[in-house]
């Protein structure tokens, strides 16, 4: 019997072909060249073009998860892409805005407080993927990284033309730390991961999304900013009031 007999005799193993899915990937991607391109318009100071670049990858981040979700194509590989673009759109993109548009006004402090918050982005982003197989999903622990910056994006693009003053620009880079720091804290949340868009809502509230798309198409950059303040003051203000009923 020679070695081809026994090849056809011997158990037939297929090959199963290893790939990724290409449709959720391809919003990471988009996300991902609007943190690079941001980046790039910053250091040749288009600093609006470089803070609305972050909010489209906001936009595009959470298109890929939900698209995931519904296409039940969420594997380990784009989790972990995922989380590398948003280092890049979330972490590192919003810190070099920041530094290049205000910060370079007060030193030292300027660079110092632009990597505080790249590297509360890198630790948030690495808690979050080391707890997301037993984390609470209808809460976030931490500022989320795209609601920092998307905060961050939306200061610049409302006074992307105005020169800071050198007191002014203290109080950026502490808003700059203070974001860092919420994105590490154990301040709680809520997830709009959560929200059933599938189920029933009362008519009203059709109207009242109609007249939120008006708003945002005519001050767009207003209307995200006052969103970042809503929820990025609700978790310490959520924190304090429990807070204070614990101490009754």
């Given at each position: 019997?020679?070695?081809?007999?026994?090849?056809?005799?011997?158990?037939?193993?297929?090959?199963?072909?290893?790939?990724?899915?290409?449709?959720?990937?391809?919003?990471?991607?988009?996300?991902?060249?609007?943190?690079?391109?941001?980046?790039?318009?910053?250091?040749?100071?288009?600093?609006?073009?470089?803070?609305?670049?972050?909010?489209?990858?906001?936009?595009?981040?959470?298109?890929?998860?939900?698209?995931?979700?519904?296409?039940?194509?969420?594997?380990?590989?784009?989790?972990?892409?995922?989380?590398?673009?948003?280092?890049?759109?979330?972490?590192?993109?919003?810190?070099?805005?920041?530094?290049?548009?205000?910060?370079?006004?007060?030193?030292?402090?300027?660079?110092?407080?632009?990597?505080?918050?790249?590297?509360?982005?890198?630790?948030?982003?690495?808690?979050?993927?080391?707890?997301?197989?037993?984390?609470?999903?209808?809460?976030?622990?931490?500022?989320?990284?795209?609601?920092?910056?998307?905060?961050?994006?939306?200061?610049?693009?409302?006074?992307?033309?105005?020169?800071?003053?050198?007191?002014?620009?203290?109080?950026?880079?502490?808003?700059?730390?203070?974001?860092?720091?919420?994105?590490v804290s154990n301040i709680r949340y809520n997830s709009l991961k959560v929200v059933d868009f599938k189920g029933r809502v009362p008519y009203t509230?059709?109207?009242?999304?109609?007249?939120?798309?008006?708003?945002?198409?005519?001050?767009?950059?207003?209307i995200l900013l006052c969103i970042g303040i809503v929820y990025g003051s609700s978790g310490p203000i959520s924190w304090f009031k429990h807070y204070?009923?614990?101490?009754?």
């Amino acid at each position: 019997m020679n070695d081809d007999q026994i090849e056809e005799q011997g158990p037939k193993v297929k090959s199963r072909r290893r790939g990724i899915y290409l449709l959720p990937n391809l919003f990471t991607t988009g996300a991902l060249f609007c943190g690079f391109y941001s980046i790039l318009a910053s250091q040749s100071g288009k600093f609006e073009a470089a803070a609305i670049a972050i909010v489209v990858a906001m936009v595009l981040d959470g298109l890929d998860g939900r698209i995931a979700r519904l296409t039940n194509t969420s594997t380990q590989f784009g989790i972990q892409y995922d989380s590398l673009s948003d280092m890049v759109s979330f972490g590192i993109a919003p810190a070099v805005l920041l530094f290049h548009w205000g910060l370079p006004l007060v030193g030292k402090i300027g660079w110092t407080a632009s990597f505080i918050f790249a590297a509360c982005a890198a630790l948030r982003l690495a808690r979050f993927n080391s707890l997301a197989a037993v984390a609470d999903k209808r809460f976030f622990t931490g500022l989320a990284s795209p609601a920092a910056a998307g905060t961050l994006a939306a200061i610049v693009w409302v006074w992307h033309d105005v020169e800071l003053s050198k007191p002014m620009a203290f109080v950026m880079a502490g808003i700059v730390v203070m974001l860092g720091l919420l994105m590490v804290s154990n301040i709680r949340y809520n997830s709009l991961k959560v929200v059933d868009f599938k189920g029933r809502v009362p008519y009203t509230s059709l109207l009242l999304v109609i007249l939120g798309f008006a708003a945002f198409a005519a001050y767009p950059a207003h209307i995200l900013l006052c969103i970042g303040i809503v929820y990025g003051s609700s978790g310490p203000i959520s924190w304090f009031k429990h807070y204070m009923e614990s101490k009754k």
